[in-house]
């Protein structure tokens, strides 16, 4: 899907200047239409200052979010939005967004919720990481059907159709088109990782614990759209 993108190499200047891709996205015009900005596949409400963080030391700031379609960190610049571009993530250390942090985990951004031990890009033994993977599903536009019926169409087709032409970036998606967000969370220790999304999986990781995760959960209401809900509940576990 990836190979749909229309991208060209830019040099861009936040601070200091970084190889980065440009993609046709929310222009001028769109930021000035009559109806309101709706950012259904952005995890932020609006851009935010934010911090890029190179390795070796230098930091770049922006006004930045996060595509959860594409996983991609984006900043906006004179009225484009901007996306880190494949041949340059390997180059970023984290991203800092109002205050939360985005690493790249699993050649991708991801959210790291909480880690403990270790260096920034391993865990050390007895310690771990847990990141939370954003998505976003896109549901098209139905068609009409018999009797006052409306069929959907295959979202991947038109997922593929709209990041093909950069509409993907832009800060609303067409009229008719629903998104629907999701996580999967991630945790990394002793070299592995495993990913969940629901909590009979996190008790199924976690065997040993089964009368205490009973308890907690009486106690507790862990709901897996609820990130900190999520982290203390595998904090919890992990102690």
């Not at 440009?22 to 409400?45: C, D, K, M, N």
């Not at 959860?68 to 939005?81: I, N, P, Q, R, Y």
Request: proline share 5%.
């Amino acid at each position: 899907m990836k190979n749909l993108r229309i991208r060209k190499s830019i040099g861009l200047c936040i601070g200091i200047i970084i190889g980065l891709a440009i993609i046709p996205a929310a222009t001028l015009q769109t930021l000035a239409q009559s109806r309101p900005i709706v950012l259904s596949h952005y995890i932020f409400p609006e851009f935010t200052e934010g911090y890029i963080f190179l390795k070796g030391g230098p930091i770049n700031k922006g006004a930045l979010n996060f595509n959860a379609l594409t996983e991609e960190v984006v900043f906006m610049s004179k009225g484009k939005v901007l996306a880190i571009g494949e041949n340059e993530i390997g180059r970023v250390d984290s991203v800092l967004i109002a205050g939360r942090k985005f690493v790249v985990f699993n050649n991708k951004f991801a959210e790291l919720l909480f880690e403990k031990g270790g260096s920034p890009n391993l865990p050390s033994a007895g310690g771990f990481r847990l990141f939370a993977e954003h998505k976003c599903s896109v549901i098209p536009p139905g068609k009409p059907g018999p009797y006052g019926t409306t069929s959907q169409t295959s979202s991947t087709v038109t997922l593929s159709s709209i990041i093909g032409g950069g509409t993907v970036y832009n800060l609303s998606l067409p009229d008719g088109y629903k998104t629907k967000p999701y996580t999967y969370y991630w945790i990394e220790k002793d070299g592995n990782a495993q990913k969940f999304s629901t909590i009979k999986q996190i008790q199924k990781a976690y065997p040993a614990k089964a009368d205490a995760i009973k308890s907690y959960l009486k106690d507790h209401k862990v709901k897996m759209e609820d990130y900190d809900s999520v982290k203390d509940f595998v904090i919890f576990l992990e102690e």
